[in-house]
């Protein structure tokens, strides 16, 4: 048998170097890997962990803005952001389309429900990305976002195959032109990044941007390669903190009275501009504040008219609301004297000749008299018996040619007119120089609070919404005390006589059950080349007053410019009609009941915590004050108000006790009461409307055990209380006129 030869395979061993090389290659390659971790300079451990790693932001709330009962102003609320799909490999049903199919008719449909043109649409919804690809969705900017649910339901009725909708945040004013120039507004705004974000851009919203603005937190976790949440994987979150809440002086009460009679005017008069505040002139809180025209915070409409904040922003000539200071500053240096008489009618000084409103004057007439007639002449002798310099002096003593430091920025200061003679003479009955509202609300506050002027502030306090610890309280500041006590006090029983006088100026400003006082103003508007406009159409109509007049809760001031009067109607009616309406409502709502407002007694409130409560509540009835006791009585843990503060007679005095709470009668219990009462005895009371109670939904006696709500409902004063309009003939000045010789 023979053998076979062997035979060399050169195609075997070449095939066997090259496969074989390729493995040892590998091989040594995966050891590298494995060993290093490390693939073109970059480790794998990084790779993987952005491939499988997802990174969720979690979106911080705007902090709340609320007036100062806790209602609120301004927060977020739920919106929506408006998305087209426009990729076709969305849609794996032809049947049920994902995706946009006629860009054409979708841009028209959405130009209906969105601010954007249609071509601007068409244009989104066809774009192509930066390589020529179709992007699998698009948005469309600030035009789709902050959508409502209601638009979003009227959108989604139009079944529009692609077009869908993303949960979104948007910022919430739910009471509408409410102090709309104070708190101002904020929208989203694109960042550098492409995100969005609220971002205050005028009034309280703008100022306080830093405060109200959040930190949004974030959530990361690991997914499957389709996006999936892998099972036992670890999630690290970082939680979003959410902006302060900003808590303001403001009432809501105070502050719709005060919407509700500025809108009625504005449309039966329809002036060039109005504004109004109104302030507590025991601390300098402004209780409401408001202007027209306003706008709508929401929806902006309306803002084209003016981005000021009038009230501290705009300077006017005050008018004869200035003349309150010149009588002050005669009284305080001694050279007020009521009886003495001078002649009305005209005053010449130098090359100068001013006159009273109604040119011709009255005769020889006592100074208060004077006063009561509003008489430019009884200034200008008042002057000259002070002292030009002593009178500037007092003026800047009030406040006027600074600014009152109130915490909003863009404040004017007005200018004090001193160079010449006619200057200060005209200044004295408030020609000339000028001020901003704000200005004459703080210098009132020195009449109003026996000669201690407070500085006006709008913010209260800034509350940690995580923890609910005040970050920055306001405390009442007293700017100064330009005037004694006794002053303050014959300068209020003078304005009280302007309305009660049968000669005074403001008769119009009477409140029934009420005894106010104040003055009325009548000034004449520049025109931007020089000169005055004339006719009664042509003036600022204002008034500055103080309710009740024996202790002042209330300033009120209102401004009217250029309102359209009827040939029988004179400029002191439109203001009339909201300060009157405002006062007398407000003091109800603040439980000063007409029959007691003549003379308000009050009682210092003495430190009970500690104290038994059947001994103090003997010692407060004594005292003609009514106490509350929340628990079973014992000893007073918390009480309300607190001591030392001056507490009118017949108000309501809450103690807190250990031990179950037996829930009392709310019958006329004004919503400050009730308010009080919930915060102090933490039952879950819900409260519909304003005003005062009208109703319960529990007993009063009743002890409380569990967590149902107490339902408790108000009246407004309007709907409590009808005051018929009385016609009067009173008279008013016209105007100050100051013709040149």
Do not use: C
Request: aromatic share 8%.
């Amino acid at each position: 048998m023979s053998k076979k030869k062997f035979r060399f395979q050169w195609g075997a061993f070449l095939m066997l170097l090259l496969y074989g090389g390729l493995f040892f290659a590998l091989f040594i390659r995966i050891f590298i890997i494995q060993a290093t971790g490390v693939v073109d300079g970059q480790k794998l451990e990084v790779k993987a962990a952005a491939l499988y790693e997802k990174e969720a932001v979690l979106s911080a709330e705007r902090g709340k803005i609320l007036d100062r009962n806790g209602n609120i102003i301004a927060e977020d609320t739920l919106s929506y952001r408006l998305i087209a799909v426009v990729n076709p490999k969305a849609t794996t049903n032809p049947e049920n389309p994902k995706h946009v199919l006629d860009p054409d008719y979708t841009a028209k449909v959405l130009s209906k429900y969105i601010a954007m043109d249609e071509s601007e649409i068409y244009k989104i919804l066809t774009r192509k990305l930066s390589d020529g690809r179709q992007p699998y969705q698009v948005e469309f900017g600030v035009a789709g976002r902050s959508i409502s649910h209601e638009l979003m339901n009227e959108i989604d009725k139009e079944k529009l195959p692609g077009i869908i909708f993303a949960s979104d945040k948007k910022r919430y004013y739910p009471n509408g032109a409410f102090a709309s120039h104070l708190v101002g507004f904020a929208q989203k705004e694109e960042q550098e990044d492409g995100s969005y974000k609220t971002v205050g851009k005028m009034g309280l919203e703008s100022i306080y941007n830093k405060e109200l603005t959040g930190t949004d937190g974030k959530m990361k976790y690991e997914s499957d390669i389709f996006g999936y949440l892998l099972p036992n994987s670890e999630k690290m979150i970082q939680p979003a903190v959410d902006g302060s809440n900003i808590y303001l002086t403001l009432d809501k009460t105070i502050q719709n009275f005060l919407e509700e009679s500025m809108s009625k005017v504005y449309k039966q008069y329809s002036p060039e501009s109005m504004v109004a505040v109104v302030a507590n002139p025991k601390t300098g809180e402004i209780l409401a504040m408001s202007q027209r025209p306003t706008f709508d915070p929401d929806t902006r409409e309306g803002l084209e008219n003016n981005w000021l904040n009038d009230v501290i922003e705009d300077v006017i000539e005050p008018g004869s609301t200035m003349k309150t200071f010149t009588l002050a500053t005669a009284i305080e240096t001694g050279n007020w004297h009521p009886n003495a008489e001078f002649q009305s009618g005209s005053y010449t000084i130098l090359d100068r000749t001013i006159r009273d409103h109604n040119n011709v004057g009255w005769g020889r007439i006592s100074y208060l008299q004077g006063f009561q007639r509003s008489a430019n002449t009884a200034m200008a002798h008042l002057l000259q018996m002070i002292g030009d310099e002593t009178f500037i002096d007092y003026m800047k003593k009030f406040g006027f040619g600074e600014k009152t430091g109130i915490d909003l920025p863009g404040e004017a200061t007005g200018t004090l007119l001193t160079t010449y003679p006619i200057n200060r003479v005209t200044t004295s009955f408030g020609q000339g120089s000028t001020v901003t509202p704000i200005q004459l609300v703080q210098a009132m506050t020195a009449v109003a609070n026996d000669g201690k002027m407070m500085q006006p502030y709008v913010i209260d306090r800034i509350v940690d919404s995580e923890n609910e610890k005040t970050i920055k309280k306001h405390e009442p500041k007293t700017k100064g005390q330009p005037i004694s006590a006794a002053t303050a006090k014959q300068v209020r029983e003078i304005l009280a006589s302007t309305i009660t006088s049968e000669v005074g100026t403001a008769q119009r400003f009477k409140v029934e059950g009420y005894e106010v006082g104040g003055k009325t103003g009548t000034a004449q508007i520049a025109k931007p080349g020089g000169g005055y406009y004339y006719g009664k159409n042509n003036y600022l109509y204002s008034f500055l007053g103080l309710a009740p007049i024996d202790d002042p809760q209330l300033i009120v001031y209102v401004a009217v410019k250029r309102p359209k009067l009827a040939p029988t109607e004179v400029g002191s009616e439109p203001v009339a009609a909201i300060f009157t309406s405002v006062v007398q409502n407000s003091l109800k709502y603040l439980n000063i009941k007409p029959e007691d407002a003549a003379k308000v007694q009050t009682v210092a409130m003495g430190d009970y915590i500690g104290k038994n409560s059947d001994s103090i509540q003997v010692e407060l009835q004594n005292e003609g004050l009514t106490p509350i006791i929340i628990g079973e009585g014992g000893t007073i843990t918390d009480q309300y108000p607190d001591k030392n503060l001056a507490i009118t007679k017949g108000s309501l005095i809450f103690l807190k006790t250990d031990g179950e709470i037996s829930l009392p009668s709310f019958e006329n219990w004004s919503l400050r009461n009730v308010l009080v009462y919930k915060m102090m005895s933490g039952l879950p009371i819900e409260i519909v409307g304003d005003g005062y109670v009208e109703s319960q939904s529990v007993s009063a006696n009743t002890v409380v055990y569990d967590s149902s709500p107490i339902v408790v409902k108000l009246k407004t004063p309007k709907e409590m209380y009808t005051v018929p309009e009385k016609e009067t003939e009173e008279t008013e000045e016209e105007g100050e006129i100051i013709p040149q010789d």
